[in-house]
């Protein structure tokens, strides 16, 4: 009767272990299929929206903050930040959990307007200031029709951004990459120098060694000032615009009580 018991046990035993692997590869699948492109106006291919799905999911865990992409041609008669606002709170977006750390690209072509927004550690990294900057990055390739770019763009910028301290400006000289190369380079070439230079023998002849100090002086000289010349020119007035049009920061809160950060312009 034990032997029996046991035969039965080992082929159940071996069916749990063939499928363990499968149940934790559906789990993980499961996790990576939350979506954060909503391409309501149909700008993106099928192509690009998985692209840029990868994309976001890969950014977004390294920053534990969803990197969300939204597109409309009819906001039902609403402003693009209260369009943004409702619908944030409708789907409770948020990577550590519903209603929680978000940043959010909204673009409404009807209006032709687009809208940055950051929601929780979202809005601590990127304020209204960094928001506006993002916006100015994106809003060239807005106008040109190029959304892809202009999406690429965001994520990639919004994860930059995301990883610099905030209160510092994140287009600081010293978080560019080909100045920290040059900077690793003169550092490198100073220490290069100072061991050659130490390596040989030191140099006792200067300036002094070979000068006649009593037969050697400066010629006293005397410069006459005449007069001032001022030339002035008109200042050319600023009516021309750039292609991000009209543009506007500052944040909210949504009807469910969720404060967030924005900048809100024209393409």
């Known amino acids: ?106 673009i409404d072509m009807q209006h032709r307007e687009v809208y940055v927004a950051g929601f929780y550690r979202g809005e601590e990294y990127l304020d209204n200031d960094r928001c506006s900057l993002v916006r100015e990055k994106i809003t060239p390739d807005l106008s040109s029709g190029n959304y892809h770019d202009a999406f690429y763009t965001f994520i990639k910028t919004s994860y930059k951004y995301m990883g610099i301290r905030p209160g510092v400006n994140p287009n600081n000289i010293i978080f560019n990459s080909w100045f920290q190369i040059i900077v690793s380079l003169i550092v490198a070439g100073i220490s290069v120098g100072i061991m050659a230079f130490n390596s040989g023998g030191r140099i006792t002849v200067n300036e002094g060694t070979y000068r006649d100090f009593s037969n050697s002086r400066v010629i006293d000289r005397r410069d006459n000032y005449i007069r001032t010349s001022v030339t002035k020119h008109r200042k050319p007035s600023d009516d021309n615009h750039n292609s991000g049009g009209s543009s506007g920061g500052g944040g909210g809160v949504t009807s469910g009580g969720h404060s967030h950060s924005g900048s809100r312009g024209s393409f």
């Open 1 to 106: 009767m034990k032997n029996k018991i046991k035969i039965k046990l080992i082929p159940l035993f071996i069916i749990v272990f063939l499928l363990f692997p499968l149940v934790i590869n559906v789990a993980i699948a499961a996790s990576k299929t939350k979506q954060r492109i909503y391409d309501f106006a149909g700008l993106l291919t099928d192509e690009e929206i998985v692209n840029l799905e990868e994309m976001s999911e890969k950014y977004s865990s390294k920053r534990n903050t969803d990197i969300i992409i939204l597109t409309t041609d009819d906001t039902g008669g609403k402003d693009v930040v209260k369009y943004m606002e409702d619908f944030y709170d409708e789907k409770a977006l948020g990577y550590d959990k519903p209603h929680g750390n978000c940043a959010i690209l909204t």
